[in-house]
């Protein structure tokens, strides 16, 4: 399973610093390995119980913010009323890109099922993502996190990552990292088609 794990603008500075003083002393290299390993969370990867401050059967936190057209958007407005997918990526993330196909044919498949998808863009600016968006023709409503506040406070430490919330507002199901090889990727979109139908079912809450 491969996972990118999330460094912010200052993170990314202190590491860019500690690369030049590698180049003086051991030592620094050395410290720079050290920070700069994948947690044994992010390691495993697939279909998971809790991530960060996440846990299956839980409430989630509410979150605003603004989507990649200016307009305002909210967690909260959708509960009672629709399931909700947030894919946590960053245009940088080559896993991400690669889980973008099983995201869009999940967004269409589900177009009237009640299913709001999200991709929530970590730590990249508006213009760049809209060149992205663009270029590839990604249709999923993207939702700004420039500043990592939704990422942070749930916890996020790696993309992509994959939340299920259900109409109750309760997490369902947690996705980490997207698989390598081509059985194991439509085992996770399969996964995420019967939980869907599932949460959408007459009797889906």
Known sequence: MEVCRIVSAR???????????????????????????????????????????????????DFSGVDLDGADITLSEFRNREVVVLDFWASWCQPCIRSMPSLEALNEAFEDRDVEFLAVNVGVGPELVREFVEDTEFTVRVVMDEGEDISGAYGVRGIPQLVVVGRDGKVAHIELGYPPLTRLSEMREDRLW???????????V
């Open 194 to 204: 019967d939980l869907l139908e599932e949460l959408t079912g007459r009797d889906g």
């Open 11 to 61: 993170k990314l500075v202190l590491i860019l610093a500690c690369i030049v003083l590698a180049a003086v002393t051991v030592w620094v290299h050395y410290e720079v390995k050290v920070n700069l390993q994948q947690p044994t969370e992010l390691a495993s990867g697939g279909s998971v119980e809790q991530s960060g401050n996440l846990q299956v059967g839980e409430e989630i936190p």
